[in-house]
């Protein structure tokens, strides 16, 4: 839960645009009723009877992750999983090269 909170400080800041948290069901259920409650956009992606991933942020990012149309980060193509780790905040040389090394 800190991390949660200390991602929603780093939204609030513009720090970041999106946040990407995986955790068991239970938990990301309390996080879903506060980014209700604040009125914050979010993707939420159940991936097995135990966990979710949870996206949330701008709107324009969390509609982005919408349009991929896949719960498994690891059926995202190249082109996706690019945009999503340059959306999640990783330094965008070391995007370049994970991207190049995929082609």
Do not use: W
């Not at 949330?56 to 193509?77: A, Y």
């Not at 690019?82 to 082609?103: A, E, V």
């Amino acid at each position: 839960m800190q991390l949660f909170k200390h991602s929603l400080y780093e939204l609030s800041k513009g720090v970041r645009g999106l946040v990407l948290l995986t955790d068991e069901i239970d938990k990301t259920d309390k996080m879903v009723e506060r980014l209700e409650r604040e009125q914050i956009p979010y993707e939420y992606q159940k991936i097995n009877n135990n966990k979710a991933n949870l996206y949330f942020g701008k709107q324009e990012c969390v509609d982005i992750i919408k349009k991929f149309n896949t719960k498994e980060l690891n059926k995202l193509s190249k082109e996706q999983d690019f945009i999503l780790g340059t959306m999640l905040g990783y330094n965008l040389c070391d995007q370049c090269k994970r991207y190049l090394s995929k082609k």
